[in-house]
């Protein structure tokens, strides 16, 4: 399982569209290597558990600093494009975007 998380995850990376839903591909995994870790938690003793939910929550607060401060650190050494890997600049108005195509074959 983790295998293959880890390949997918490694895989859709280096593509050079980055859509959204090129996540889902490795999401299933990493719900079953969760479900498993859970499952040898509850059954574990209590003093294991104790030193569980310690590093559990050092874990969270520190993915939750990442997701907070990310933006950030990223956003003052690359632009929105590198990051998302396509998306269009903040110069590009929505507007612009949506419109149609004009034919050109009129």
Not at 30 to 51: G, H, K, M, S, T
Not at 86 to 104: C, I, K, N
């Amino acid at each position: 399982m983790g295998a293959s998380a880890v390949s997918a995850f490694v895989f859709y990376s280096f593509s050079s569209s980055k859509l959204p839903n090129y996540a889902l591909v490795f999401i299933p995994p990493l719900a079953v290597l969760i479900a498993l870790w859970f499952d040898e938690q509850f059954d574990a003793a209590p003093v294991a558990r104790r030193a569980s939910r310690v590093s559990t929550t050092a874990l969270l607060a520190v993915g939750a600093a990442v997701l907070i401060a990310g933006p950030h650190v990223l956003g003052y050494g690359l632009s929105a494009r590198e990051i998302l890997g396509g998306v269009p600049s903040g110069t590009a108005d929505v507007v612009e975007l949506l419109l149609p195509v004009p034919s050109r074959c009129a």
